[in-house]
């Protein structure tokens, strides 16, 4: 079972907004920088969103993140089929010491 | 270019030890603030934390798996080692090895990974 909570599936149309969220507790997400990750079949996950809501350079801008409190919000707008993948939050526990990730959370473009 | 690549057996036995290697390139283990965790996944499920290691020679393990782990580095190699020791078949899964500043949250480059099957 993961630290960290995530839908295990979101789906939307082509074009439309899709949100996923990522919910922990006051010693990781509360107190650290939350990364979203893309993970595509068959390969590495992928940073698309650090430090709450910092893009990585070739990261599209329908990409953004926040975060309040101890949860975090993965935004993605303007759906393309490319955008299926799975999705993973994490971040570090500073209670631990231990690096946390989400469950993942399946996006289907429908 | 920063590239990491995972190397170890992809078939152990039960009861058996895994030794993963993990060899950087483009960075180097002693600079300050940069670490290495081992990072597993098994078929179909989820992400699971495993280990790191600290630029300062640190480790971080998680508690459940605490006492079956060991992480190291080489530095003058460019290699971060995790051991684990009495693999059982629910270890079977895909590992990987990713890079971490001391100071981040993410984890920005990761290798291929490499999956390993206990049986």
């Known amino acids: 079972q993961s630290v960290l909570t995530q839908p295990p599936s979101v789906s939307a149309a082509p074009g439309q907004k899709v949100t996923i969220s990522c919910s922990g507790g006051?010693?990781?997400?509360?107190?650290?920088?939350v990364c979203w990750y893309r993970q595509l079949p068959g390969e590495a996950p992928k940073v698309v969103i650090y430090?709450?809501?910092k893009r990585p350079s070739g990261i599209s801008d329908r990409f953004s993140g926040s975060k309040s409190g101890t949860s975090a919000t993965l935004a993605i707008t303007g759906l393309q089929t490319g955008d299926e993948a799975d999705y993973y939050c994490?971040?570090?526990?500073?209670?631990?010491?231990?690096?946390?990730f989400g469950g993942g959370t399946k996006l289907t473009v429908l | 270019q920063v590239t990491l690549r995972e190397s170890g057996p992809v078939l152990v036995k039960p009861t058996e030890t895994l030794t993963l290697t993990c060899t950087v390139s483009?960075?180097?283990?002693?600079?300050?603030?940069?670490?290495v965790s081992w990072i597993r996944q098994p078929p179909g499920k989820a992400l699971e934390w495993l280990a790191h290691?600290?630029?300062?020679?640190?480790?971080a393990s998680g508690a459940s798996l605490r006492s079956r782990l060991t992480i190291s580095k080489d530095t003058s190699r460019g290699q971060v080692v995790l051991t684990m020791t009495n693999m059982d078949p629910a270890d079977t899964a895909t590992y990987f090895c990713?890079?971490?500043?001391?100071?981040?949250?993410?984890?920005?480059?990761w290798g291929q990974g490499t999956l390993v099957t206990v049986s």
């Open positions: 990713a890079r971490k500043r001391d100071r981040a949250t993410d984890f920005d480059q």
């Open positions: 483009g960075f180097s283990l002693s600079n300050a603030g940069m670490g």
């Open positions: 290691v600290f630029s300062n020679d640190e480790k």
């Open positions: 006051r010693f990781n997400i509360g107190n650290n920088y």
């Open positions: 430090e709450n809501d």
């Open positions: 994490g971040t570090w526990d500073s209670n631990l010491g231990i690096g946390v």
